[in-house]
């Protein structure tokens, strides 16, 4: 939100409650789009709703997953929405959660910052894909570890997660201190923090997940725009996909946290999945330009029995089948901390949405029920 709305917004909510909160960051929502002065007419407003079997879905398989996330079969699932064919077939909500709630996605936040660089670069505020990281960080004259390798990485080899950097957040588990994430956020600049850590690789050789990079990211963004990603999304993504309300958070130097700061509805959540299923256009506005759309949802990282990385998003396993033997072709996604998940299947016109509270071991259930029950759903495959 703009940075007046966003003072405001926090000295009028220091001292007040949940409820209270978010009644108040709806209409802080408001204000930001009001505020934006270029923000266009909503692209997608309303979703169309139907029924699995007028879409060519079995509601028996659906209905019967639905129970499952009821007795916890997969953890602890919030929502769940299926689109086809551009219609809500399925929606449903668990353990007290409501569809006007607004989720924390964690790293989807990364997939959306994805997007924003990619407009950027369509509107030669970014001029290539090729300059140097580093470049968009005058203010950091001296940096820890210095290496010349740090200047040779490339925007492209951040999307990719290939910039060289030390860090672990997969290893380490977050609640331990020593986690590379948790000493990015204990840090008093996260930007600097990132930027001063030494080099384990050649940039571009070897794929190593970091949060971090993201952040960089975003506040690429900030100097390429002169605003925070936040401040770009707003009325270049949000507004067109009718997206009304959001929060995301910020570091200590108020950049937006690209890594995992977004907060959104599964409903708009799986409008921005929407977008991509579409190639980045809806009806007669184009939003991302159709060849980012294939090159971030492209694999560079994995093989056929691993997930593969795109640029901030997920690819599923080209082996991947559906529990029948249903062939969904390729499947990209954006994952979140907790089952916060966008699965975007282009080959049946297809978008699932989940949000979750599973941060305790594994959080890819939802793969797990989008292989058992809605591919095998699929009718017309």
């Known amino acids: 939100m703009p940075e007046p709305v966003r003072r405001d917004f926090d000295r009028v909510t220091r001292d007040t409650g949940p409820l209270a909160r978010r009644m108040l960051r709806s209409v802080a929502m408001v204000l930001a789009l009001a505020a934006c002065d270029s923000a266009t007419e909503p692209i997608l407003e309303q979703w169309p709703e139907s029924t699995p079997a007028a879409q060519q879905l079995d509601a028996t398989l659906l209905a019967e997953l639905t129970r499952d996330i009821e007795t916890k079969t997969y ?5 769940l929405i299926v689109v086809r064919h551009g219609h809500i077939v399925w929606e449903r909500y668990f353990d007290g959660w409501s569809s006007d709630d607004l989720h924390r996605v964690y790293s989807v936040t990364k997939s959306v910052i994805s997007a924003l660089v990619g407009i950027a670069e369509a509107g030669d505020l970014i001029p290539s894909m090729d300059a140097s990281l580093l470049g968009y960080f005058p203010q950091y004259p001296t940096l820890a570890h210095p290496d ?38 204990a840090s008093a600049d996260w930007v600097k923090h990132v930027l001063d850590l030494p080099m ?57 946290d690209g890594g995992s700061g977004l907060w959104l509805r599964p409903r708009d959540m799986a409008r921005f999945g929407y977008l991509f299923l579409n190639d980045g256009r809806l009806k007669n506005g184009r939003i ?22 795109g640029y901030q998003w997920w690819t599923l396993p080209s082996s991947f089948r559906g529990a029948d033997g249903t062939d969904p072709g390729a499947v990209f996604f954006a994952w979140g901390y907790g089952s916060q998940m966008i699965f975007v299947v282009p080959r049946f016109d297809m978008v699932v949405v989940t949000t979750g509270g599973n941060f305790s071991g594994s959080s890819d259930q939802p793969v797990s029920f989008l292989r058992t029950h809605i591919i095998p759903a699929v009718l017309d495959p």
């Not at 990282?301 to 990385?309: C, E, I, K, P, V």
């Open 75 to 79: 953890g602890t699932i919030h929502s």
């Open 148 to 185: 010349p390798r740090k200047q040779q990485i490339t925007l492209e080899q951040a999307l990719m997660m290939r910039a060289g950097l030390q860090w672990d957040e997969f290893t380490v588990p977050y609640t331990d201190p020593s986690n590379s994430y948790r000493l990015m956020a």
């Open 200 to 256: 384990v690789a050649d940039p571009g050789t070897r794929f190593a997940y970091n949060t971090g990079v993201t952040v960089l990211l975003s506040a690429v963004l900030t100097a390429a725009t002169g605003g925070t990603a936040e401040q770009y999304a707003a009325p270049r993504l949000f507004a067109p996909l009718g997206i009304t309300r959001w929060d995301w958070d910020r570091t200590p130097q108020g950049v937006s």
């Open 288 to 309: 991302v330009p159709a060849s980012w759309v294939e090159r971030s949802t492209r694999a560079y990282t994995g093989g056929a029995a691993s997930y593969g990385y």
